[in-house]
């Protein structure tokens, strides 16, 4: 039990507010899973009990797959905006049959291209929606001919991300932080202020680093690829930096809990893991979730190497988490997944079973670890 422990606090950095032990998932409790039934869509949603026609801008990958699901269980009439190169549903692992049938039967499509200004301001028009979920937007010229299209819109919710804050030696970051205008995600601060400009009831979510089954982001996918492998895997610097990762399934209750949510009306919440992690406890994690043995860690300097445009590791090489305070004491809201449990939900619904998202590649990895046995 001792080691236990030991192990446990290695992995996990509690936050001011956490309530999780960091205990790692029960057999039973995966299997309770299996299946996701998402909690906040059966207790947390009586803000939004009346029925919304709602407009999803994407939702055939990743985040809007699980939130389109919430949305169709709560018996809203849920329409997908996108360009049609992919399956516009798709059955989730562990999904029966029954339930894939009437969520893909109750989903509607719309076709479409959201650069092409003048279809989105003439098709959405047509259908007056109340909501929009803007998923993938990421420049406000392209949420501006939605909110045109939609004069009577009742809100609209925006993904929007942790990375615009700025850097900063106080942590974690809140909502109230400075902003860094010249973020690779300054669009979406355009966005926001886009949105308050137009006097538009909106909401926006930021999360922090997103994982679980289907993530087109090497996030977990990344360490699952190396532990199968059997290799070691190299973590720059100490591996003593703090990130911070949020489930899918718990990011998409988020979002269903600010639909007509009056406490959520131009406000910002982020959203992410209740913990913080270490970079080594990440793998560490990783390792645990997929039942693979205690992995080899190689620490390296990145300045000592050229990897040009390639990405040596998934995160970027800091402190970088935030508080969820917020969302909790407003929305109601408290992440179902702790680390190890949520690594474990992925690993068993996606990798585990065979697939991912980009293949292996070990370029990067091959040159730190030549470079260590050379020096050795």
């Avoid at 400009?197 to 996918?221: A, D, H, M, Q």
């Avoid at 959203?271 to 990783?286: N, Q, W």
């Avoid at 998202?357 to 030549?370: G, H, N, Q, S």
Wanted: charged share 25%; proline share 6%; hydrophobic share 40%.
């Amino acid at each position: 039990m001792a080691a236990t422990a030991s192990l446990k606090s290695s992995l996990l950095l509690p936050s001011p507010l956490s309530d999780f032990s960091g205990a790692a998932v029960s057999i039973s409790a995966q299997k309770r899973r299996s299946s996701w039934q998402p909690r906040g869509a059966r207790v947390q949603v009586s803000a939004a009990a009346d029925s919304k026609n709602i407009l999803v801008m994407g939702g055939t990958r990743f985040i809007g797959v699980f939130l389109s699901r919430i949305l169709v269980k709560e018996g809203h009439q849920v329409t997908l905006f996108t360009r049609g190169k992919a399956p516009i549903t798709q059955q989730l692992p562990g999904e029966s049959d029954a339930e894939y049938a009437e969520f893909s039967s109750k989903v509607q499509h719309l076709k479409g291209d959201r650069q092409d200004f003048e279809f989105v301001k003439t098709s959405l028009a047509a259908k007056g929606y109340d909501v929009v979920y803007d998923i993938n937007g990421r420049e406000a010229v392209e949420v501006e001919p939605i909110i045109d299209a939609l004069p009577n819109l009742e809100q609209y919710i925006y993904c929007s991300s942790a990375g615009v804050y700025l850097k900063s030696d106080i942590l974690p970051h809140c909502e109230v932080d400075a902003v860094d205008p010249k973020s690779r995600h300054k669009g979406k601060l355009e966005t926001e202020n886009l949105l308050t400009s137009r006097g538009v009831n909106w909401t926006s979510i930021r999360p922090v680093y997103i994982y679980g089954p289907l993530n087109y982001n090497p996030v977990e996918e990344w360490f699952f690829h190396r532990l199968k492998a059997g290799r070691p895997i190299p973590i720059p610097g100490a591996g003593n930096q703090i990130t911070q990762l949020g489930h899918v399934k718990d990011l998409a209750r988020a979002f269903n809990l600010v639909l007509g949510n009056p406490k959520a009306g131009q406000q910002i919440f982020n959203i992410s893991g209740a913990k913080y992690v270490t970079f080594d406890g990440l793998a560490r994690a990783c390792a645990k979730a997929g039942g693979f043995p205690e992995p080899e860690l190689v620490h390296y300097n990145p300045k000592d190497f050229d990897f040009g445009k390639k990405k040596a590791f998934p995160f970027r090489d800091q402190h970088f988490f935030a508080s969820v305070e917020k969302a909790i004491s407003e929305l109601g809201w408290t992440p179902e997944f702790d680390l190890v449990d949520g690594l474990t939900d992925s690993y068993n619904l996606d990798f585990g079973r065979g697939t991912f998202r980009k293949a292996a590649d070990f370029t990067t990895d091959d040159m730190i670890l030549d470079k260590k046995l050379a020096t050795v």
